[in-house]
């Protein structure tokens, strides 16, 4: 999506009718955050930059708003996305050896990328899969009940999507 | 050939990562070749797997045929041609596939309203839905009751708000009804941050029709004409399901202007969450709903008076919602007469953790906790034995195992210091610490803390710092009551329910297992073997065969000795990783 393509008046729908411009301009920026994260996949600057001409919102505003929530990353991501959930269940079931292992096997601490941008390892609150505890998702798919035998896979499936 | 063959197969989350789909594949295909006609329904997972483990192996199959019900378990796609030539065609199941004694087990002692339908029915399909009597409610609703007719039954039922607070949903609905004003909300809550929960998640994959249904309910009764369903984005499949049901919804005349040909118009939108959990708290969620950082205010004035765009607002939880339907069909006399005087109905909890059969369960409240331990979950796994379990998440506290007999109700759980919350509900082992079990939910917290009112951001953070020295061995005198202290007063002092909250798990914990915290403040010991900075591992000699396994494993080569001969552990070299610990058949290692 391009920025300049927004459409406050679409986004918002009819509620835009009973709030204020600077309101409704803002109702629409975590709508609009998404769906530049789906095209970018990151909140890249100059989009911001732009996003806060169009909306003539200051840029400190938009960046306040981004930075509060989890989902938005400033930075470029990893083609393959690891989350490790370290919910309770996955806790109680050794979530931190996983996360651990792959730190070491990868060499990136949680939250970081990989240089060649191959992978970006996150941890999750929780997939809502806790029989299956511990559990990892790449990208959406999700894998459960990771034993070291699992871990070895695990290792191996994002290895190989990287080339 | 039998001609009435209906096969489901579990497609939840759980059953997709176990492979449901390539199963599913698996009987299209070897129906075709075999040329029998079969309607396979998409089957969700959480009614029948329950994510109890079960799909953690495998996936969960439904054979009916003729009316007769067999299920198998473990189902892998190469397994498939055999049920098809055995059962289907020449009428023998497949004994040794078959779901085994502790499958009935699990399912007895439940009562299913919420979940009645699900597992049984398409989510993606809304006639599946309607077969069942699925907007029946809504039908009778709209033609032959008032507003006021249908608040009075969700008040009569004694429906409480599932969300966490446990609040009377006819009264809300009440008040919002009688506010006037142009314009009126509905939100469904199905943001579900309590890590160690699924319950909203496998309700709205199940069968989403039916939150949807009781949302139109709710909002001809309040008068609300828009709504939102505020879910989280880690949720992709249950939101692809909404979204269809929705449109299904619009097309049958369920959504939109003049529903069912009345003068009513309703809508629902979806709105994303972006990852916080403090936004499952209600000001939170209009804050994000209105693009802003997701914040909570001081109340009052509540939503229900000033909410979404400072309008009218009832906000309710996926659960409270999909028992509505339910309610208006069955009566408020029938859903009153489960559970106890002040806790009525069902509620559905997320049994995981150190649990046999773990999954999705629904109770009837005020079921005593040894039945659902017990009954319902199998045991603990492995053997091992029972220490506590852990309910209302970040927000809740522990029941120890000389409390096992206490009924699962709000009142009941509140007195012994936890509460019934989302209805997450974590079974906790021999294994386990508790001051370790602290800290996972303080950093949780601390992490989740918005950070508005300093009460909840700085408190959360000492109280965390307290819980880190002690588990790494530098706790101090006085540190218990040091913890309490602060605990009570971030209690008492923070802004809203997220800080309101946070302490729990430590209070408790301290309440039940104090002699744990002494443990690793005096002792600078970990009872339960946990936490890592308290552990040595040492060779037992007499155990000690020799035989190299331990060396051989160990990362840091902190082992030495020679074959035959009794080895040892470097202290200095240690990294405590415990390998040598898993990898000696004798026993010869201890820990501790
Ligand atoms: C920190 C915090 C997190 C919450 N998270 C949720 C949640 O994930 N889902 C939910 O339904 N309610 C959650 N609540 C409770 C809501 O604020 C609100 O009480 C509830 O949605 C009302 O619905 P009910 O009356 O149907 O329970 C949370 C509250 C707090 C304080
Ligand atoms: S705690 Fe990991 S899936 Fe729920």
Redesign the interface.
């Known amino acids: 999506m391009r920025v300049e393509d927004l459409d406050v008046n679409e986004m918002i729908?009819?509620?835009g009718k009973?709030?204020c411009e600077h309101?409704r301009k803002?109702?629409?920026?975590?709508?609009a955050?998404?769906k530049i994260q789906q095209d970018y996949g990151y909140l890249p600057g100059e989009v911001l930059m732009t996003l806060s001409k169009k909306l003539s919102l200051p840029l400190a505003e938009i960046y306040?708003?981004a930075s509060?929530?989890?989902?938005?990353h400033f930075s470029p991501r990893g083609k393959k996305v690891v989350r490790v959930c370290?919910?309770?269940?996955c806790?109680?079931?050794g979530a931190k050896n996983v996360l651990n292992a792959l730190e070491d096997e990868f060499g990136i601490k949680q939250g970081e990328t990989t240089d060649d941008l191959a992978m970006t390892l996150e941890t999750?609150?929780?997939?809502?899969?806790?029989?299956?505890?511990p559990v990892a998702t790449i990208n959406?798919?999700?894998?459960?009940?990771i034993g070291k035998k699992k871990l070895e896979l695990l290792v191996k499936a994002i290895k190989e999507e990287e080339k | 050939m039998k001609n009435d063959l209906l096969i489901k197969i579990c497609m939840g989350?759980?059953g997709?990562?176990?492979g449901g789909s390539e199963v599913m594949d698996a009987f299209k295909k070897q129906l075709r070749v075999k040329g029998i006609k079969a309607d396979i329904s998409k089957h969700c997972s959480i009614h029948r797997v329950?994510?109890?483990?079960?799909?953690?192996?495998d996936v969960l199959v439904d054979i009916i045929l003729n009316n007769v019900k067999t299920t198998y378990q473990f189902i892998k796609p190469y397994m498939v041609e055999r049920i098809i030539e055995e059962h289907v065609i020449n009428g023998n199941p497949v004994e040794e596939w078959a779901v085994t004694e502790d499958y009935h087990q699990f399912h007895n002692k439940q009562i299913k309203v919420v979940l009645s339908d699900c597992g049984n029915i398409d989510p993606e399909d809304i006639e599946s839905y309607l077969n069942v009597g699925g907007y029946d409610a809504l039908k009778q609703v709209i033609s032959t009751m008032s507003p006021k007719d249908t608040i009075e039954i969700i008040k009569k039922s004694g429906l409480r708000g599932r969300g966490g607070a446990g609040f009377p949903t006819g009264v809300k609905w009440e008040i919002c009804f009688k506010e006037t004003s142009?314009?009126k909300y509905i939100i469904c809550n199905a943001d579900?941050?309590?890590?160690?929960?699924?319950m909203d998640?496998?309700v709205i994959e199940g069968n989403p029709h039916a939150v949807i249904e009781g949302m139109i309910i709710g909002a001809y009764s309040t008068g609300a004409d828009?709504g939102y369903v505020y879910i989280r984005?880690?949720?992709?499949l249950a939101v692809e399901r909404l979204k269809k049901a929705l449109n299904q919804a619009r097309q049958n005349k369920f959504l939109g202007k003049n529903i069912l040909g009345k003068k009513f118009d309703f809508d629902i939108?979806i709105k994303?969450?972006?990852?916080?959990?403090v936004c499952g708290e209600e000001t939170a969620l209009i804050a994000?709903?209105?693009?802003?950082?997701?914040?909570p205010r001081a109340k009052p004035p509540f939503p229900v008076y000033k909410g979404l765009?400072e309008?009218p607002t009832v906000i309710n939880n996926v659960e409270t919602l999909a028992n509505v339907p339910y309610i208006i069909r069955n009566g408020a006399e029938w859903y009153s007469s489960f559970g106890t005087e002040k806790s009525k109905g069902t509620k559905v909890f997320?049994l995981?953790?150190?649990i046999k059969n773990?999954?999705l369960i629904e109770v009837p409240m005020g079921i005593p906790l040894r039945e659902i331990i017990y009954d319902i979950g199998g045991g603990i796994e492995n053997n091992m034995a029972f220490k506590a379990v852990?309910t209302g998440?970040p927000s809740g506290g522990c029941i120890p195992a000389d409390l096992l007999d206490i009924k699962v109700d709000y009142e009941s759980l509140a007195q012994v210091g936890s509460i019934v919350g989302s209805g997450?509900m974590?079974v906790?082992d021999e294994n386990?610490c508790m001051v370790n079990?602290a800290k996972?939910?303080l950093q949780?917290t601390q992490s989740e803390s918005?950070g508005k009112c300093i009460p909840c951001r700085i408190g959360t953070k000492r109280l965390l710092e307290i819980l880190e020295r002690i588990t790494c061995g530098k706790g101090r005198e006085g540190d218990i009551e040091l913890l309490e202290d602060l605990a009570n007063d971030v209690k008492a002092t923070s802004l809203c329910g997220l800080g309101q909250t946070a302490p729990n798990p430590i209070l408790s914990t301290i309440r039940y297992f104090r002699d744990e915290y002494e443990a690793h403040i005096t002792k600078k010991k970990c009872p339960a073997g946990v936490c890592k900075d308290l552990l040595s591992y040492v060779v037992i000699a007499e155990f000690c065969k020799g035989c190299g396994a331990c060396k051989r494993v160990c990362p840091s080569s902190a082992i030495s000795g020679e074959k035959k001969a009794v080895h040892k552990i470097d202290p200095d070299l240690c990294v405590k990783c415990g390998a040598c610990f898993e990898a000696c058949k004798f026993k010869a290692i201890g820990k501790g």
């Open positions: 729908g009819d509620v009973i709030i309101d803002k109702g629409v920026l975590i709508h955050f998404q306040s708003v509060f929530y989890k989902q938005f370290m919910g309770t269940a806790h109680v079931r999750v609150g929780c997939v809502g899969c806790c029989g299956l505890a959406e798919d999700v894998v459960g009940d | 989350t759980g997709l990562a176990a329950g994510c109890r483990g079960l799909c953690a192996k142009s314009q579900e941050g309590d890590p160690g929960a699924f998640r496998s828009k984005a880690e949720y992709p939108k994303l969450g972006a990852g916080a959990f994000s709903i209105e693009g802003q950082r997701g914040m765009w309008k997320a995981t953790g150190k773990s999954g852990q998440g997450g974590v906790l386990d079990i996972f939910f949780f918005c």
